[in-house]
């Protein structure tokens, strides 16, 4: 039987196809992200954190999953995971990574060298992994023939930020793509193709952007790490531990949540553990996620 948490999903809005392709799924303490958060203050919610989102121990399932999407004639990936072969001392879970990763995205029709467009919703290193990989010692682009687009916003602050998880994002992830030549830095309300357009969700990062996507009446919003967990639709002022500017991350979550909760619009979370997708829908003062 396939393992539900690696499983391949795929979503249709309008013409556009969507699949989730996973490279890790982590069982992680909510206070490991969330320093105030006990299972306790979301016994209220567990019949809809529980069984997908949060374990029988009350622990998260977070899932590390790349969008391939492909629209309007491109071939695009969302956010490009850990990677493998990074040296991440601080996270055991993601150090070293030796996945096949690329040889599965072939397998859904995405081979390395017919991807398009790389978007990342933000730089931290669990989004931009896999925009390079090791040729000879030498950190090249895994994609060729693709334009890579970052937010200007958001390359302006990491640029000359220090790497608050010893990552090497900047050096082996960021940079060779730019000695490649094959960056964009875009705004952060940029549009791709007609189908997918950036909207600016700051606050987890000060450049922090989501996808939209919309065709024929239809549309969908990948959330990036706006949304690092299902349960902060819950407790959006939660404090989240890797947010950089807490309280417009708090903001920028309600608006969200005001903008697209009971509405039609399909949510798929960067993070979010199988099913992925979901809509946001009132629950009392505030809102829940219904996969
Ligand atoms: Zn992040």
């Not at 306790?40 to 567990?46: C, G, K, M, P, Y």
């Not at 682009?141 to 958001?154: I, V, W």
């Not at 950036?198 to 065709?215: A, K, M, N, Q």
Request: net charge negative; charged share 20%; with cysteine.
């Amino acid at each position: 039987m396939t393992d539900r948490r690696y499983e391949k999903l795929s979503w249709k809005i309008g013409d556009v196809a969507i699949t989730r392709l996973v490279e890790v799924v982590l069982k992680a303490p909510i206070n490991s992200l969330f320093p105030d958060g006990t299972p306790e203050q979301l016994s209220a919610h567990d019949n809809w954190l529980k069984p997908h989102f949060l374990d029988a121990d009350g622990d998260m399932i977070l899932s590390i999953h790349a969008f391939l999407i492909s629209a309007g004639g491109l071939n695009i990936i969302v956010d490009t995971c850990a990677g493998n072969g990074k040296k991440l001392p601080l996270y055991p879970e993601w150090n070293d990574l030796n996945t096949p990763f690329l040889e599965n995205m072939s397998k859904l029709g995405f081979p390395a060298d017919k991807i398009d467009r790389v978007l990342c919703t933000h730089l931290h290193f669990d989004h931009v992994g896999w925009n390079t990989h090791l040729v000879d010692g030498q950190w090249l682009p895994t994609f060729p023939n693709a334009r890579y687009l970052f937010g200007a916003t958001e390359w302006e602050f990491w640029k000359d930020e220090e790497d608050p998880y010893e990552s090497h994002a900047l050096d082996q992830a960021l940079q060779p793509i730019f000695d490649a030549g094959q960056v964009d830095l875009v705004e952060s309300s940029h549009q791709i193709c007609d189908e997918i357009s950036l909207i600016p969700t700051p606050g987890h990062t000060p450049g922090h952007v989501s996808i939209l996507i919309r065709s024929k009446g239809e549309e969908a919003v990948i959330t990036g790490d706006m949304f690092h967990h299902p349960l902060q639709m819950a407790k959006p002022g939660w404090v989240d531990m890797a947010d950089v500017e807490s309280s417009l991350a708090e903001k920028t979550r309600i608006e969200f949540m005001q903008r697209f909760g009971d509405s039609e619009t399909t949510v798929l979370g960067t993070h979010f553990a199988t099913p992925t997708a979901g809509k946001i829908v009132s629950d009392g003062p505030g809102y829940k996620f219904e996969s």
